[in-house]
């Protein structure tokens, strides 16, 4: 289920020119795997692959208490040109949900570790080098599977403005990378700059505040700036170039890409 129509096609266009992205093989494929716990029946999910055989390097992508976000096409594209193919897990559409903004999310854990397990069986993935990378309450389960570590089997983290006040005191003990907006309301930066100043001497963890970014500076769906649910949701098209070039590098770093 696509819960925002596709706007502000130029902008995500330029977005796509920012950061290097090409055209993909194969784009959107729906796919379906089974959770890591019995709480779903299956999961269905959005594949899309570079050009060529592989084994790419891969990321499980895990979306706000919106859904899925609204460029969801473009981002699967982006990470394709870069090298990687990109699982865009959809944690609502078998369950019937069309958000998860008032409550906790749990079972977004289980339903990214399906999604690895669902890539590990893909004969053009490399399962030693998959990414989990989150926004917003899915960049909540991304910090859950940093602090899991090796044990997790993924080998890097991006969380794209989480809530990290959800864990302030939490181990981090993957390579991770956090980006918020230093104007985000919903999940303030602050948190975020405890969490990091929190890790031990040999944390691999690098945190980068946008100013002037709010929440969901990365959705062009909320050019102008829109209240969602009691939330302040506004596109920053500068913030979310920078932020690209820098998943991009943080990627290429920890996947060896």
Partial sequence: MRHFVRTCLAAVALLGLATGAQSPAAADELVKFAAA?????????????PKGAGPFPAVVLLHSCLGLPSDM??????????????LFVDDFATRGLSDTCAVDFPEGL??????????????YVDR???????????????LKVAALGTASAFKAVAALYPP?????????????????GAADTVTP?????????????????????YPGAGH???????????????MWLQFNQAAAV????????????????
Avoid at 128 to 141: L, Y
Avoid at 170 to 176: K, M, N, S, W, Y
Avoid at 247 to 255: E, Y
Wanted: proline share 4%; glycine share 12%.
């Fill in 37 to 49: 716990s019995p709480t779903a029946t299956g999961i269905v999910g959005y594949l899309t692959k």
């Fill in 73 to 86: 096409d473009s981002v699967g594209s982006m990470l394709a040109g870069w090298g990687y193919v990109a």
């Fill in 110 to 123: 289980a339903d990214a570790f399906g999604g690895l397990a669902y890539l590990a069986t893909l004969p």
């Fill in 128 to 142: 030693t080098r998959i990414a989990a990378i989150g926004f917003s309450q899915g960049a909540d389960t991304a």
């Fill in 164 to 180: 990290c006040g959800n864990r302030p005191d939490a181990q981090l003990q993957l390579p991770t990378l956090i980006l918020v």
């Fill in 189 to 209: 930066a602050s948190y975020c700059q405890q969490l990091a100043g929190n890790q031990s001497a040999a944390a691999e963890v690098k945190l980068v505040v």
């Fill in 216 to 230: 969901v500076f990365d959705d062009p769906a909320f050019t102008g700036g829109k209240q969602v649910l009691g």
């Fill in 242 to 257: 920078k932020a690209h070039a820098e998943l991009r590098r943080f990627l290429a770093a920890k996947l060896k890409q």
